[in-house]
């Protein structure tokens, strides 16, 4: 029986000093990417010369980088973990965001932008994978918006940095062409900005090498006894099978779903084999990546739907996350550069307490998919606000209402899109690939980036809204058909199971080596074609080596999807 005492305290600490300090790495994560917005509503590209629409186009180019180098940060963070990789990468791109004070040409900018788009790559993922040690599945959610509401809590803190910047270091009209050399040595507004964020993110780097663990086992706040029960308890939460609380294998008095053998296979109320040393190590630590890790997680069929809808979906997250001041600019009779700010912060506080309340009722409830879609919900209908009210200032403040209602629903769909990931992947180095996979889904940032164009302000952002709502419109469309993809694959492995034995079902559990046979056909053809060249054997011999053995994880036939 579990030790209450034990568990809570180990628990408490977990929440005290692991979460929080993770949730200062994204909170400066989430800064460091939306500051140029805030800087650009001090006339940042003006002052040093350049085009408004150059903004767009660095914020184009960082996601470019950012989005496309995704998995390849997940799987070095993964090679040589969270502890070594996160705060090297903070280091560096906290210098590059110094750096911007000293931006006087376009390429400066763009470089700037791109290196910092390759060092926050894999962030995410890296980080969201490395909670997942330490928490079980369903104390996962809510931990996880607490983490992933420091990106609005991120635009509400930028918000206030900016406005307390802003007013303390009022703005220098300057010449259009660029700095004007009589007054170059007076820091302008957003040069403060970007070296007092820059130096923050540096000195939280700085500090992370020596607060994070790699395990529960090397947790430097957790006695002896807690790093035991801290690594087992995680260890036996991955051994069983997601969310099954929400599966229904029939009452003793009923006709059974399964026969006896596979109901204890299946049912996690009952006591898995306990694993080795060596066994709960690879589950708890954050470093390792196998060759088959790699393989499942490109082939996963279920990752590129929801990837999709990932995308779809998270256009409203990138778009405000940068032009949320200028949007809001046209809404105030004198936009100076500290009261648009400090009108970011509500919105962004609502969003980040909606999502909180949202985690909490998908942990409570063991169900992901449905609360993203009443999230998604909640989004639509602060867009068609948005769309629907006039944009004469006489409407400012409905609209404004509007915006509150729309980041209300902003930040659920993708937390908990990454919670199902996690949920349904037992493996660690898949868990990793997979959430950089997911990744990709700051694709939406490039498309927020080409949707509000400048040249749309005096129209108050009007059509790029119109295509944010289809978006999310088809998104949702989207999760509704991949919960509906899960039941027939849950149904499908239950209808196998059926006709296998005990013997079968438990090879399948414990090896994935039960009757069920399946052939990839993509990946047999690359094997053949590479076979052909003398050059690639060493691909093929590290494709053999992934497809070796049985199946793991959720691609075992005894493994039943949660929602």
Not at 459 to 465: A, C, D, H
Request: charged share 15%.
């Amino acid at each position: 029986m579990r030790n209450d005492a034990l568990h809570q305290r180990t628990v408490r600490k977990l929440d005290f000093l692991l979460l929080p300090f993770l949730a200062l790495l994204f909170l400066f994560n989430s800064l460091d990417k939306s500051n140029i917005g805030n800087a650009e509503s001090a006339h940042f590209t003006a002052d040093i010369g350049l085009h408004k629409e150059d903004l767009n186009t660095a914020v184009a180019l960082f996601f470019t980088f950012f989005v496309a180098l995704q998995p390849v940060g997940a799987a070095l963070g993964r090679r040589y973990g969270m502890v070594l990789w996160v705060p090297s990468c903070m280091l560096l791109w906290g210098i590059s965001t110094a750096l911007h004070v000293w931006v006087r040409a376009r390429w400066q900018l763009f470089t700037l932008r791109i290196i910092i788009g390759c060092l926050e790559a894999g962030f995410y993922p890296v980080t969201v994978s490395y909670l997942s040690l330490f928490y079980t599945r369903f104390e996962f959610g809510r931990r996880l918006s607490l983490f992933y509401g420091q990106a609005a809590f991120g635009g509400a803190l930028g918000g206030l940095i900016s406005y307390f910047v802003f007013s303390r270091f009022p703005e220098q009209r300057l010449q259009p062409a660029g700095l004007d050399p009589e007054v170059s040595t007076r820091w302008q507004s957003w040069q403060v900005l970007f070296l007092l964020e820059g130096v923050l993110t540096i000195v939280t780097a700085l500090t992370g090498y020596f607060w994070l663990p790699h395990s529960a086992d090397t947790a430097w706040f957790l006695t002896v006894e807690e790093r035991v029960y801290a690594s087992e308890r995680i260890a036996r939460d991955r051994s069983s099978d997601p969310e099954l609380s929400t599966v229904d294998v029939g009452d003793d008095d009923d006709e059974p779903v399964f026969n006896h053998e596979s109901r204890r296979l299946l049912n996690p109320s009952h006591p898995t084999t306990p694993l080795a040393g060596a066994e709960t190590r690879a589950i708890t630590d954050d470093r390792g990546l196998t060759p088959h890790d790699v393989i499942s997680a490109f082939l996963s069929p279920n990752i590129w739907h929801i990837l999709a809808c990932n995308i779809l979906s998270s256009i409203p997250v990138y778009a405000f996350s940068v032009f949320l001041p200028l949007v809001l600019a046209p809404l105030t009779k004198t936009p100076s550069p500290a009261l648009v700010n400090l009108l970011t912060a509500p919105p962004y506080i609502c969003g980040a307490i909606t999502l909180y309340f949202f985690a909490s009722y998908s942990d409570r409830k063991q169900q992901r998919i449905a609360p993203v879609l009443v999230g998604l919900t909640l989004l639509l209908v602060g867009l068609t606000f948005v769309v629907a009210l006039p944009t004469s200032r006489a409407w400012a403040i409905p609209r404004y209402l509007g915006l509150n209602v729309l980041l209300s629903g902003t930040f659920i769909a993708s937390p908990l899109t990454v919670a199902w990931i996690s949920g349904n992947t037992p493996s660690p180095g898949k868990r990793a690939l997979l959430l950089g996979i997911n990744g990709w889904g700051n694709l939406a940032g490039i498309f927020s980036a080409l949707l509000f164009q400048p040249k749309y302000a005096a129209t108050g952002y009007i059509s790029p809204f119109w295509w944010t709502l289809a978006c999310v419109g088809v998104a949702m469309a989207g999760y509704v058909l991949f919960w509906r993809n899960l039941n027939a694959e849950n149904e499908r492995r239950r209808q196998l199971l059926l006709n296998w034995n005990a013997e079968e079902l438990e090879n399948e559990k414990l090896s994935g080596t039960g009757p069920f046979r399946s052939e990839n056909w993509v990946l047999s053809w690359i094997t053949i074609g590479l076979k052909r060249v003398e050059s690639a054997q060493w691909a093929v011999e590290w494709l053999e080596e992934a497809t070796a053995g049985g199946r793991e994880g959720d691609d075992r036939i005894t493994f039943i999807y949660g929602f």
